[in-house]
């Protein structure tokens, strides 16, 4: 089976410009949730979707935005790109949405460095 | 506002030696409590998901306890190996949503 797949795994972008990062959860799973980690640091929650819906959001300016298709795949979204935007984004699923049966799985990543 | 602190933020121990991990939350009001493994430049690994009515949850060398009236979590280790050094991280699940917040894990060195 495979697991939670992210794409790309890698990639550097200039000041300014705009980003997206997509996310496959596992097979069978409806959730997706995005993180953003910082170097040293746990990491921060940005976005949940669920059925397409948003279930929440972190303390995230309005750059970022996300989506969740009706496969449940999923893209997270950076635009005007700043150099504290470097980070490992990584995407989660879960079976729900409900909070008591939320074990989650992460994918691999995606680290972004902005120069 | 849930506030997760892992202490100490970096260990290190000689092969062989059990390892305590300490995972502490400020609001007892949480659904789950996950302890998830990294590796340098990787994703996570789910560890163990410990709900909040279980009091320990086991799998292998690993047992997480969960004592959710005082804020706290332990992941014991048993007889590390160097295959083990890796971060943790525990994350909590509260009433407040659906998302999972983390501590600043715990880097872990076990020597040969």
């Known amino acids: 089976d495979a697991g939670v797949t992210q794409s790309p795994t890698h990639l550097i972008k200039t000041r300014g410009q705009h980003v997206t990062l997509r996310c496959s959860p596992i097979s069978g799973h409806k959730s997706v949730s995005w993180y953003q980690q910082v170097l040293g640091q746990g990491p921060q929650f940005i976005f949940q979707?669920?059925?397409?819906?948003?279930?929440g959001r972190g303390n995230f300016p309005d750059r970022f935005s996300a989506r969740q298709f009706p496969n449940y795949s999923s893209e997270l979204n950076v635009n005007a790109l700043l150099l504290g935007d470097s980070a490992l984004y990584l995407c989660a699923s879960s079976g729900s949405g409900d909070r008591r049966n939320t074990e989650a799985f992460f994918g691999q990543g995606t680290r972004l460095t902005v120069v | 506002k849930q506030e997760v602190t892992q202490i100490p933020a970096a260990l290190s121990v000689p092969e062989g030696e059990n390892l305590v991990l300490n995972c502490s939350f400020t609001d007892s009001a949480i659904y789950n409590l996950q302890w998830f493994r990294q590796d340098p430049g990787k994703g996570l690994t789910s560890l163990l998901l410990?709900?909040?009515?279980?009091r320990e949850q086991t799998s292998g060398r690993l047992n997480a306890s969960l004592d959710k009236s005082s804020g706290r979590s332990t992941l014991y280790i048993a007889a590390s190996q160097p295959g083990d050094s890796a971060t943790y991280l525990c994350a909590v699940i509260g009433t407040a949503g659906n998302k999972l917040t983390f501590g600043g894990g715990t880097r872990v060195l076990v020597k040969p």
């Open positions: 410990i709900q909040s009515s279980q």
């Open positions: 979707y669920y059925e397409k819906e948003e279930r």
